[in-house]
């Protein structure tokens, strides 16, 4: 089982930055593509990014792409979300996810482990 806790979300400003931070524990987390995902009150969970294991390969919503940028450190089993002039639309409940694969998935239901999340707000 690989455990997954989120950090870094907040209160923060229209126009500021955040990084999230997600550390993975438990069983080995080589081969494990992660991917970001988000929930804002009454809507659906959606795809934000995912990267695979080697890092290389990453995937960005088009809602995000060009604000957001994820990047991984396999020596210390963390994934980043390094987010840019954040809009009040990207308040959300932030989730880490994580899924054994070589492709990196973008669909909820095809990750296998979950972070609890963590809040972010955007005030205008």
């Known amino acids: 089982q690989v455990q997954l806790v989120e950090s870094g979300g907040g209160l923060v400003q229209a126009g500021a930055s955040l990084r999230l931070s997600c550390v993975a524990s438990g069983r080995a987390y080589s081969g494990y593509v992660m991917g970001w995902f988000r929930q804002a009150p009454g809507k659906e969970r959606e795809f934000v990014a995912g990267?695979?294991?080697?890092?290389?390969?990453?995937n960005v919503a088009g809602s995000v792409k060009g604000r957001v940028t994820i990047s991984r450190d396999n020596a210390k089993n963390t994934v980043y979300l390094q987010m840019n002039s954040l809009k009040p639309e990207d308040t959300a409940v932030y989730y880490c996810?994580?899924?054994?694969?070589?492709?990196?998935?973008?669909?909820?239901?095809?990750?296998?482990?979950w972070g609890q999340g963590t809040q972010v707000t955007v005030s205008s």
């Open positions: 990267i695979n294991w080697s890092g290389r390969v990453t």
């Open positions: 996810a994580a899924v054994r694969s070589d492709v990196v998935r973008r669909r909820d239901d095809e990750y296998d482990h």
